[in-house]
């Protein structure tokens, strides 16, 4: 397939899906409010209190085990006070999109794929920690929203997307191999446009598009390495969309990890069964809170 007729696909389901659902503008909001240098705490959490959905699973969302925080959290603003707004903006994105989108498709759950997106975020950001990376929440939300495009396909190509979770089942491939194969456009095709129309940012953006690609990242390899493992982990370990992949995984032999060891030599001296075990069960963990928190919806 050609470059154009790939990216007049692209453009058929783009159109199908416009009007495309946008941010809450309380979301956005907060989002703007949480970036200042100079907010006031009572600022966010006032505006995170006007509304009493998002407010409710922000609550569930810190007290899950994975923030770590050792007391029960009963307001958004020990939320703030605790977390700090860096962290705040990640659990506001976070709670914000598992409602943006709403479920079409009669042959496949939207909620596995955000399940799925908040399991890579949470691996993302503890990855990221464990290398040194300067910036976790960066990786938090590349982890989150990585498989976005998935969403605008599972959502906007009913019958297309139902032959390829047909052949996902059948040959236990990938959504992306199945996606190329039944539909000749995959979810990370959509990368460019979702950076237009939500503002995502160019590291964002090279995450979407090349997560599957890792040797077509050129802008932040290192970040894209992160979402990389993190997405193959979590598959690996279960917390995928639900179906069964053939698939194994060898830290040492992945390209991503060679990109984590240049970005920290350390990681070349570790007991690398010690770490795989280690983030299995993190992964392990992060499935359980993952159940908790859609369990109580």
Not at 165 to 170: D, I, S, Y
Request: glycine share 4%; proline share 3%.
């Amino acid at each position: 397939m050609t470059t154009n007729e790939k990216d007049s696909l692209v453009n058929t389901y783009v159109t199908r899906a416009m009007p495309i659902p946008t941010l809450p503008s309380i979301v956005s909001r907060i989002l703007e409010l949480s970036s200042k240098p100079d907010v006031k705490v009572e600022e966010v959490a006032d505006a995170i209190l006007t509304d009493k959905v998002l407010t409710a699973r922000m609550i569930r969302l810190v007290n899950s085990a994975f923030w770590g925080i050792r007391r029960r959290i009963t307001s958004i603003r020990e939320a703030i006070v605790y977390l700090g707004l860096h962290q705040i903006r990640s659990i506001v994105l976070t709670t914000s999109l598992f409602n943006t989108f709403p479920g079409k498709n009669p042959f496949f759950d939207i909620k596995r794929i955000w399940e799925h997106g908040l399991g890579v975020a949470m691996v993302s950001r503890s990855l990221a920690e464990k290398i040194g990376y300067e910036d976790a929440e960066k990786a938090y939300i590349a982890g989150l929203m990585h498989d976005i495009g998935e969403v605008l396909l599972s959502q906007y190509s009913l019958k297309e997307f139902e032959d390829v979770v047909e052949l996902v089942k059948n040959e236990k491939i990938s959504f992306y191999d199945a996606e190329n194969r039944v539909i000749g456009v995959n979810h990370t095709d959509f990368a460019e446009w979702f950076g237009e129309h939500w503002g995502f940012s160019e590291e964002y953006v090279e995450v979407i598009k090349t997560h599957h690609t890792l040797e077509k990242a050129k802008i932040n390899p290192t970040l894209v390495a992160i979402v990389y493992l993190s997405d193959l982990l979590c598959r690996v370990r279960g917390l995928d969309y639900g179906f069964e992949e053939n698939i194994e995984v060898a830290l040492k032999d992945e390209p991503a990890w060679k990109i984590l060891v240049e970005y920290n030599n350390d990681l070349a001296k570790i007991d690398l069964v010690r770490f795989t075990l280690d983030m299995d069960a993190l992964v392990e963990e992060v499935k359980g809170i993952v159940k908790d928190i859609y369990n109580r919806e």
